[in-house]
């Protein structure tokens, strides 16, 4: 930090095990990705190189290793593993994995349907080789959830060997957590919350109203999914207290002179 500010929140430090950002990168060029990390290594954890694109990416390995040599771990979006699974190439995926120096997999079901007990399979076979994320939730704004089984799906993946399971709102936030219009779905949100630890649960937030809407829920150390590049420095603000819609989150009442 530049200042010294009395009555800020306390923040995780990297390496964090919560308090996560993920950024969500849909295509950066390798001048963009090392530009990226001058202003956001300190805040972010996780890059997510967003559903298929790192199939089509020009300098694949040189962007990774700029991601790796400022501290992010970078891993494939789920979306890819599900491309690879349908094709029946998960052995091909974990190779790629491996070559690529990938160390952690996001294992997904949003976009093809998986009897859930052979996903937790893979996820139990993918900590054999990497730090597992599992998305759950689908991208099928029709395909609307209950709660109970949510609740059902996290437990059962984190008892597979999920390091954190991902909530799923998609790259615009409108499916899964989310009405259609960007509405967070509060009574889902607070039932997960009765069983599921929140340090386990990644919450994919790509809108600013929704990133708001969990600091207030959870506090500054909420793991947020999703991120924007451009909006990391802006989330990070907003995380402290350092913005509008936070500015009297943390102040002592009885303290502040206005």
Not at 94 to 120: M, R
Request: aromatic fraction near 10%; glycine fraction near 8%; proline fraction near 4%.
């Amino acid at each position: 930090m530049n200042f010294n500010l009395s009555q800020m929140p306390i923040r995780t430090t990297t390496p964090r095990t919560y308090g996560l950002t993920m950024v969500m990168d849909k295509g950066l060029s390798l001048s963009e990705a090392k530009n990226f990390t001058e202003i956001a290594t300190p805040y972010v954890d996780l890059v997510k190189l967003g559903f298929g694109t790192s199939h089509v990416t020009p300098n694949l390995k040189e962007k990774i290793e700029v991601y790796k040599k400022a501290g992010m771990h970078v891993y494939f979006g789920g979306t890819l593993f599900e491309a690879f699974l349908i094709r029946n190439q998960v052995e091909d995926y974990i190779a790629i994995c491996k070559e690529y120096a990938i160390d952690f997999i996001e294992v997904s079901d949003g976009s093809i349907t998986i009897p859930h007990t052979e996903k937790c399979g893979y996820i139990e076979k993918m900590t054999k080789h990497a730090t597992v994320l599992s998305e759950v939730g689908s991208k099928d704004a029709a395909n609307i959830m209950p709660p109970y089984k949510w609740i059902e799906l996290m437990t059962a993946e984190l008892e597979a060997g999920s390091s954190y399971v991902i909530a799923e709102a998609r790259e615009a936030g409108n499916v899964g957590l989310y009405r259609d219009s960007g509405e967070v779905r509060q009574g889902l949100v607070n039932e997960i919350l009765t069983q599921i630890p929140e340090e386990k649960i990644i919450w994919e937030a790509p809108q600013k109203a929704q990133q708001l809407y969990f600091l207030n829920l959870i506090g500054c150390n909420v793991n947020l999914g999703n991120i924007a590049p451009s909006e990391v420095i802006p989330l990070e603000a907003m995380r402290i207290g350092l913005r509008g819609d936070t500015f009297r989150l943390y102040l002592d009442k009885d303290k502040a002179i206005y």
